[in-house]
């Protein structure tokens, strides 16, 4: 196993002078850290994250705990946030909680104790104490969701407002019976895109809380089990709006497994803008996410937090969305005449 002495018997130098250079300390001229890095490269030289772990250094890993991988939203982030922080010299470690409150006190205590240089998090619901403890030691940035009791430092989207422009959109063609199938409201993005949804409806005359389903964020399968229910109420919904991208998955995997027709039948707005999405039927009427943009910013800003130390100092910034319109939607006359003749169709069958 090569060792630091091992690269300082190469350079004719004193082991304390190798550590000192590795560990990037100011007192070692740029100079000898270059001819160390260089001599270590060559011979394989792997420093012991343990030793420095007792010299009481960080590593250069950053944690990113997160929901759920498997969703292509989080997985773009990630993307950007590893890119954004590899040009800075750090490497992105990632965490699955599944919205589990106790796998993700597991998941930042193993980053805290492995003395990470700072970790992102998009939080579950209600994170534990000890969570919040842990999150106090380390440098610390949300993403996406903001939680007060984490701290007052958070990237996020205008969730309220894209979901607002999401649902003016079907009103002003028309529909007044608008179904949502969006994240439950115990999560700060799934309460403030409903008051987005909701805060639209006014003027459709429509029952509020009528055609409105909340479920866990990352199930594909409440989309599904919601469109089957929005189709059999007594009111039946011309339009749909998702809060999720999962649940904009199951909505069309449902809507194609019925043979419901987008827009003739219902019309169609998603949440997110996966690749298939603008393929999908007559391509998909959807709430375009500044995934990329939002990633880059958030790390840019991290690494000046973790470099300077700027402490808690409240920081907030919101992105906005942006209504990529496409074929899945229509106005309500078209949709409601193609239903009558489809229902008049089935009556004589």
């Known amino acids: 196993m090569v ?68 969703n292509g939203f989080y997985a773009t982030i990630a993307h950007a946030l590893s890119k954004c922080l590899q040009d800075a010299g750090y490497q992105l470690a990632l965490s699955e909680t599944e919205d589990d409150r106790m796998a993700e006190l597991r998941n930042v205590r193993e980053l805290v104790s492995s003395n990470v240089a700072g970790i992102i998090i998009v939080p579950t619901a209600k994170p534990h104490r000890e969570t919040l403890r842990l999150l106090k030691m380390r440098p610390h940035v949300q993403l996406l969701r903001g939680d007060a009791s984490i701290g007052d430092q958070w990237f996020g989207i205008d969730d309220t407002q894209a979901l607002f422009d999401a649902t003016e959109h079907l009103v002003e063609r028309g529909h007044k019976r608008i179904g949502y199938i969006g994240g439950t409201d115990a999560l700060p993005t799934g309460a403030a895109r409903l008051k987005g949804f909701l805060r639209a409806l006014p003027l459709t ?98 690494v000046h937090r973790m470099r300077h130390s700027t402490g808690e100092t409240p920081y907030r910034s919101i992105s906005q969305a942006s209504l990529i319109i496409r074929g899945s939607t229509a106005p309500v006359a078209k949709a409601s005449s193609a239903t009558g003749r489809a229902s008049r169709r089935s009556a004589t069958v």
């Open 205 to 302: 005359g429509q029952d509020r809380e009528e055609l409105v389903e909340l479920g866990s964020p990352g199930e594909a399968n409440f989309g599904r089990e919601a469109v089957r229910r929005l189709l059999a109420h007594k009111a039946r919904p011309t339009a749909i709006v998702a809060g999720t991208v999962q649940m904009t998955q199951g909505i069309l995997e449902e809507l194609h497994e019925q043979g419901v027709r987008v827009p003739e039948d219902l019309s169609v707005v998603g949440f997110g803008d996966e690749l298939g999405f603008r393929w999908w039927g007559p391509g998909l009427t959807t709430v375009g996410l500044p995934v990329f943009e939002l990633a880059t910013a958030c790390g840019l800003w991290f």
């Open 3 to 70: 060792t630091i002495k091992d690269i300082a018997a190469r350079l004719g130098v004193s082991p304390s002078t190798v550590g000192r250079a590795l560990a990037d300390d100011p007192r070692i001229s740029a100079a000898t850290k270059q001819k160390v890095s260089e001599v270590a490269e060559e011979i394989g030289y792997v420093g012991n994250l343990a030793a420095r772990m007792m010299r009481g250094v960080s590593s250069n890993l950053v944690g990113f705990v997160l929901p759920d991988i498997r």
